[in-house]
């Protein structure tokens, strides 16, 4: 119990520190002007102009004060500097300048008494009032509650020890003020507070997009490069048996490796683009949607798989993001069918109504065993790209062999 007594009253005296004083912005910092330039700061705080403007002024009130009934300098410095001191270290070092306000308060009261400057119900100049109690406030932003509330005690013990008939009037004044600015400080804290929770919200949100940025890539890469892998692996085994030594056949087969490994590196380029590009600055090439369909039928026949197709007579008005998901979905259908039925025929049913597009495809089972058993992963990109579009997907073997994947995205507008 005595410790926590004795403990606040050590913090306020001798321990204690102020919290650091926050630099100065927006109205309260001015620029330097330009004949002040040879100063180390480069902009101005106001409080502390003020401070110093203020204990200017109050040095200069009580020097005369003290001067007119006396006439000796020291008296006068020394009562001057008692109120003046304290108001310059306010805002810097609010809890020195109180513990100097402190010390020094016992001479500027003798002076008064001694030079007849005081009154007998009013032992307080108006200058040692006004210094202490800016001092007082001061505190009570910057400092800890224990310290606020150890040197409000400390003000009425001192009070009454030097003039106790000033320990009423004193001890409130004193109280207000330190309660005005410790409400204050927790008004500075919350919107601190605040601030900093408004600050991981937005790193937060920043980190999320980050991820789903990286998921959307991760998608487009696996749909890019395992689509056009697996054909160009597909083809490169097949080319040169069915080329059986003719030079001509051979020749056409290592072009169509070569479109589709230039193909393939296009799209990477397109996916990797806007990475790479420091400016911001985005690909501005279309992207893949229902029309290049057609394309990946070309690819998947020329890989030695039956494919029947089925598009809509129109995909205009489709949005660009559902094609895309759509051309995606197709793509790793055939991806699928590649390496897992190789030589199987697969049906493609693309059809758009009120709802959206549907996405029918279903391959047989293979004529030879399968290449590649596969992650798992492309299921799981289709699944998502479904799911980002508010649409459903489902995915699964059919029980006559093979396997079967059905869609829906919504478009948000029957077809045009």
Not at 331 to 352: F, K, Y
Request: hydrophobic content about 50%; proline content about 6%; some cysteine.
């Amino acid at each position: 119990m005595f410790s926590a007594v004795l403990r606040p009253i050590l913090l306020a005296l001798y321990q204690g520190a102020a919290d650091q004083p926050a630099p100065p912005s927006g109205r309260r910092a001015l620029p330097m002007p330009r004949w002040l330039g040879l100063l180390p700061f480069r902009r101005l705080d106001l409080v502390q102009v003020v401070d110093v403007l203020l204990a200017l002024i109050l040095f200069l009130t009580t020097y005369d004060r003290v001067i007119q009934r006396d006439g000796r300098p020291a008296l006068a410095y020394v009562a001057a500097l008692g109120v003046a001191i304290p108001l310059v270290l306010r805002d810097r070092r609010p809890l020195a300048a109180w513990r100097a306000s402190l010390a020094l308060l016992p001479a500027g009261l003798w002076v008064s008494f001694a030079l007849g400057v005081a009154y007998e119900d009013n032992p307080y100049t108006a200058e040692i009032v006004i210094s202490y109690l800016l001092v007082a406030y001061s505190v009570a932003v910057r400092c800890d509650r224990r310290i606020t509330g150890a040197a409000w005690v400390i003000s009425v013990v001192v009070m009454w020890i030097a003039f106790p008939n000033s320990v009423p009037l004193g001890s409130v004044m004193v109280g207000a003020v330190m309660l005005l600015g410790h409400n204050v400080r927790l008004r500075r804290g919350a919107t601190e507070r605040l601030a900093l929770e408004e600050r991981r919200s937005q790193e937060a949100m920043g980190a999320q997009a980050v991820l789903e940025e990286r998921a959307r890539i991760a998608r487009e890469l696996h749909d890019v490069v395992a689509h056009h892998m697996s054909v160009i692996a597909i083809q490169a085994e097949a080319v040169p048996l069915k080329a059986a030594g003719d030079p001509a056949q051979l020749e056409a087969g290592l072009a169509g490796i070569r479109a589709l490994s230039l193909e393939a590196i296009a799209q990477l380029r397109q996916v990797l683009g806007v990475l790479r590009d420091e400016d911001g600055r985005t690909d501005t090439a279309p992207q893949p949607g229902l029309a290049q369909v057609d394309d990946l039928v070309a690819n998947a026949r020329a890989a030695g798989l039956s494919v029947l197709v089925k598009l809509p007579e129109s995909v205009e008005g489709v949005p660009q993001t559902v094609g895309m998901s759509a051309y995606r979905i197709v793509q790793e259908s055939l991806s699928n069918a590649m390496r897992h039925a190789p030589g199987a025929t697969v049906m493609i049913d693309v059809r758009r109504d009120e709802q959206g597009v549907r996405l029918h495809v279903t391959n047989g089972p293979g004529t030879s065993s399968a290449r590649s058993p596969g992650a798992g992963h492309g299921l799981v990109g289709m699944r998502e790209r479904a799911a980002l579009l508010g649409g459903t997907l489902e995915a699964g073997p059919v029980p006559v062999g093979g396997f079967q994947v059905t869609a829906v995205l919504p478009t948000g507008r029957g077809p045009s």
